[in-house]
């Protein structure tokens, strides 16, 4: 029979994991505008697993100002995105290699 604890922790962490992309789980993508002022980035990116999303661009909110002093037009990125309160936002980004 399993614990209950071992049952209640194995739920938790799938609560925790659900939604959030891990490093392999990046979308590759093309950098096409910062708005810095918006504090805006249009991407044009491959598929985005956790969101469902297919391939396309668009503009995406950055969680941190900061992530937006990193990349400029035409740059080569990796990148998370989550819905945050309804918007779709970058939560990581590094460059591409």
Known sequence: MIDIRT?????V???AFSGS???GDLAEG???KVDKEGKKLTLKHGPLKNL???SMTMVFQVKEDALLDKVQAGDKVRFQAEKIDGKFTVTRLE???
């Open 13 to 15: 962490a799938a609560f």
């Open 95 to 97: 460059a591409a290699r």
């Open 52 to 54: 469902d999303m297919p």
């Open 30 to 32: 093309e950098v096409r």
């Open 21 to 23: 992309a891990s490093a």
């Open 7 to 11: 049952a209640l922790a194995a739920i």
